[in-house]
C-alpha cells in the first residue's frame, strides 16, 4: 500500500501475556518512530530508527518494551507480561530522511487492550 | 519535560462558523506543527510553521507560529462537517528535530 500499515489494527490480550505490534513503513522510508497514546491524550514518543538501528529509545517506559527492525524496513514492537497500564493505541510513522519528523506519516495505530 | 498546553479542550459550533485554537507552551520551540486526528486513525499533517512570526495557511486553515516561540494558533475558516476530529499541536522536544511534544489535543464537533 502507499502508506504506513499497521497490524493487528486491534488487539485484546491477558495480563502477563507477550504482545508483537507489526508496522510496515512506506517504501523506501529510512526513519520509523513509535509512539503511544493513551486515552485523552496526545501520541508520546517510545523510540527512533535511523535504518536498522535504533537511534533513540528514551521513550520506551522500561525494559517490558522493546523494538526491532532487522532490515532496515518492517519493525516490530515487542511487550512482555503486559500490564493494564500498557493499554493504549500504539502509532506508528515513518519518514523519508533520518530525523525530519515533520515529513512524517503516521499509521492507523494498534488498539491494544490488556484485561 | 516540555509540555504543551491547548486550549479549548473542546469546541462545539455550528457549520459556516470560524474557529481559533491555541497552543502554549513554557518553553521555546522551534517548530511549531499542527496536525488533526480522526477516529481510528493516525495524526495527519496539516500545517508546519519553522520561524517566529510565520504566518501559514492551507486551504481554510491558518496557523501563526508566535514572536515569542511560546505559543501558536490555528484558525479553521467557514467550518465544515468533515473538520470533525481532534487537532494537536506538537513540537520537537529534547533537543532533537525528530522526538515530537504533541499537545492533549482540541476536539471539534461541527453541527451541520
Known amino acids: 500500500g502507499a502508506g504506513v500499515s499497521q497490524t493487528p489494527s486491534n488487539k485484546v490480550t491477558e495480563k502477563g501475556k507477550y504482545v508483537e505490534l507489526r508496522c510496515d513503513p512506506i517504501?523506501?522510508?529510512?526513519?520509523l518512530y513509535w509512539y503511544r497514546q493513551s486515552l485523552g491524550q496526545g501520541p508520546e514518543f517510545l523510540i527512533y530508527?535511523?535504518?536498522?538501528?535504533?537511534?533513540?529509545d528514551s521513550g520506551l517506559p522500561n525494559d517490558r518494551f522493546f523494538a526491532v527492525r532487522p532490515e532496515g524496513s518492517v519493525s516490530t514492537l515487542k511487550i512482555q507480561r503486559t500490564e493494564r497500564g500498557d493499554s493504549a493505541v500504539y502509532l506508528c510513522?515513518?519518514?523519508?530522511?533520518?530525523?525530519?519528523?515533520?515529513?512524517?506519516?503516521f499509521g492507523q495505530g494498534t488498539r491494544l487492550t490488556v484485561v | 519535560g516540555q509540555q504543551l498546553n491547548q486550549s479549548p479542550q473542546s469546541m462545539f459550533i455550528q457549520e459556516g462558523e470560524d474557529v481559533s485554537m491555541n497552543c502554549t507552551s513554557s518553553s521555546i520551540f522551534n517548530t511549531w506543527l499542527w496536525y488533526k486526528q480522526d477516529p481510528g486513525e493516525g495524526p495527519v499533517l496539516l500545517i508546519a510553521l519553522y520561524k517566529a512570526g510565520e504566518l501559514t495557511s492551507n486551504g481554510r486553515l491558518t496557523a501563526q507560529f508566535g514572536i515569542t516561540r511560546k505559543d501558536s494558533f490555528l484558525n479553521i475558516s467557514a467550518s465544515i462537517p468533515s473538520d470533525v476530529g481532534i487537532y494537536f499541536c506538537?513540537?520537537?522536544?529534547?533537543?532533537?528535530?525528530?522526538?515530537?511534544?504533541f499537545g492533549k489535543g482540541t476536539l471539534l464537533t461541527v453541527n451541520p
Open positions: 506538537a513540537g520537537p522536544s529534547g533537543g532533537s528535530n525528530y522526538k515530537l511534544t
Open positions: 517504501s523506501g522510508h529510512t526513519a
Open positions: 530508527f535511523q535504518g536498522t538501528g535504533a537511534a533513540d
Open positions: 510513522a515513518s519518514s523519508l530522511k533520518g530525523g525530519q519528523n515533520t515529513e512524517a506519516f
